[in-house]
């Protein structure tokens, strides 16, 4: 029979303490996601046999979270092009849900990449960061930048491998992912899912650029069906450079985004 | 090099245990998509929203108290669909439970997956389950119960049985087909005789993980089971992708 036995298991989604109001009135404080999303609860008593419950809900006067409801991208989630981009100008047409991949797109196989030696620099290439300070759009020459992740990187990438990426930078500093790197990921690599933790990875950047020009890495993999699952945590304690991975969905057709636990194992005999 | 032991399992088959659960969604426009419902009757409830940062929708779940009037708590509780779930917040408000129950949130995260025995007990229509239909349960093990029978023909745990499954066989973890299985009897029985599957369960910090779907497609008697919860401290239940893999065959 099939077994992890004997396998290190690293839990790869961030702990949220839940923000809870508890019927008897009182407010147990929570803790938020990297991004700083708490989960705030309400909690209510089922009359049918006494039991409790909490509701993924805020009052209208809570403290913390500004509304009601809070989304599908609180926490650790996977997410893919439909219902999310599918809005957006120049999106293929066939992009598909996570709801409507299969499973084996978010299990199996993983390449786990730390990107812990491209140090930042201050070079002529630092230019070329597609972020800038403040609300800068872009880098100058001779700015403290992280270095582009380049195909020779990523050379442990296998093909058709789901791949977990990170780095010990933060900021600008951190190194980040080019469209024509994506576009290897994707085209020669075939990569399955791409899992980012919190920090580490530059890929959110040109968001307010205008249409075709903006996201240019969510687009890239969405577009292509290939999911992406953040902020995940401990990627960088991995100890192996390929571990079997879990980060499957809910099962809720049309949910653009789902929450996920996701989790990473590390052979024994490895 | 993928390790040997993950390129074995990369060739197993991926059994989708959970219960389907379409999203009643509310476009921008104001339209609504009608979704489903699961076997309690619960929806999925989304909404769709502009994030302003960089334009993309993403959903909010549940809906604002009192706007729709199929759903007018508003907010989604951890128990729609399949979902999982232990004693802490949950249950621990009742009488006469033990001292040390714990949260999902407490359980190393191993407890969520492992070896799974299979029962189908078509052979019990209408009928209590008792320890002698389950011989196949070997101390630890996940224990996946179903039947092809739904409503009053469902057979349903005892409460011997399950304090039987809980103490004597210790299993890890318990999960049920519904409809397919009754597994919770007495729940509106004067405390502390009520509910006994969940007091000999979640009394010994055994996670009930419900309702399961497909399992009558399982070929095999033994599986890997997983259904991971969330990681959020305090939510007494979450919603799981609970799956099954084969071994190839």
Redesign the interface.
């Known amino acids: 029979?099939?077994?992890?036995d004997g396998?290190r298991?690293v839990?790869l989604?961030?702990?949220?303490?839940?923000r809870?109001h508890r019927v008897d009135g009182s407010i147990?404080e929570?803790t938020t996601d990297p991004y700083g999303k708490p989960?705030v609860?309400?909690?209510?008593r089922f009359p049918?046999?006494?039991?409790?419950?909490?509701?993924?809900?805020a009052p209208?006067d809570d403290a913390v979270w500004h509304q009601?409801?809070?989304?599908?991208?609180n926490?650790?989630h996977v997410q893919g092009g439909k219902?999310?981009?599918d809005?957006?100008p120049g999106m293929p047409a066939n992009m598909q849900g996570v709801w409507e991949m299969p499973?084996?797109t978010f299990?199996?196989?993983a390449s786990v990449v730390s990107l812990d030696h491209l140090e930042p620099r201050a070079d002529e290439q630092s230019a070329r960061y597609p972020l800038g300070e403040g609300y800068k759009l872009t880098s100058q020459s001779g700015d403290l930048r992280g270095q582009e992740i380049l195909p020779e990187h990523l050379a442990s990438v296998?093909q058709g491998d789901i791949l977990l990426m990170t780095s010990c930078y933060e900021g600008l500093q951190q190194p980040w992912l080019s469209a024509s790197t994506v576009k290897w990921l994707i085209e020669d690599r075939q990569i399955r899912m791409l899992g980012l933790q919190a920090t580490g990875v530059q890929w959110?950047y040109a968001?307010?650029a205008e249409a075709p020009a903006?996201?240019p890495i969510?687009r890239m993999l969405l577009g292509a069906n290939v999911p992406i699952a953040h902020p995940l945590v401990n990627i960088d304690t991995l100890q192996?450079g390929?571990?079997?991975y879990?980060g499957?969905?809910?099962?809720?057709?049309?949910?653009?985004?789902s929450?996920?636990?996701a989790?990473a194992l590390e052979?024994?005999?490895? | 090099m993928t390790p040997a032991m993950f390129e074995n399992l990369s060739k197993g088959k991926i059994v989708d245990l959970t219960v389907e659960l379409v999203s009643r969604l509310t476009r921008l426009d104001g339209t609504i998509e009608a979704g489903t419902r699961d076997v309690y009757n619960m929806p999925w409830i989304v909404e769709e929203t502009v994030n302003e940062r960089d334009g993309t929708i993403e959903h909010l779940v549940g809906t604002n108290k009192g706007t729709v009037a199929e759903w007018p708590i508003g907010g989604l509780s951890g128990h729609m669909g399949s979902h999982i779930q232990l004693g802490v917040g949950h249950n621990d408000n009742w009488t006469e439970l033990p001292d040390g129950m714990l949260g999902i949130w407490d359980m190393p995260l191993q407890t969520y997956f492992g070896e799974a025995v299979v029962c189908m007990l078509d052979h019990l229509k209408g009928q209590p389950i008792l320890p002698e239909h389950l011989a196949n349960v070997k101390e630890g093990d996940i224990v996946l119960l179903g039947s092809k029978w739904s409503g009053e023909d469902q057979p349903w745990i005892e409460g011997d049985t399950a304090f039987w499954l809980a103490e004597e066989k210790k299993i890890k973890m318990l999960g049920v087909a519904v409809p397919g299985i009754s597994w919770e009897t007495n729940t509106d029985a004067p405390e502390p005789n009520n509910s006994p599957t969940h007091r000999a369960m979640t009394g010994n910090n055994i996670p009930i993980v419900y309702p399961l779907d497909n399992l009558q497609t399982l070929t095999q008697e033994r599986v890997f089971f997983l259904s991971l919860p969330l990681n959020v401290e305090s939510m007494e239940g979450t919603w799981v992708r609970a799956i099954a893999i084969e071994d190839e065959a």
């Open positions: 029979m099939i077994s992890f396998c298991v839990d989604s961030p702990r949220i303490k839940a809870v147990e929570g989960w609860m309400q909690e209510g049918g046999d006494n039991s409790l419950f909490t509701l993924y809900s209208a009601e409801r809070m989304t599908s991208h926490g650790a219902g999310h981009i809005h957006w499973l084996e299990v199996g196989p296998e959110q968001l307010k903006n996201s969510r192996q390929r571990v079997f879990f499957m969905p809910l099962r809720t057709p049309k949910m653009e985004a929450f996920i636990r989790m052979a024994p005999d490895a």
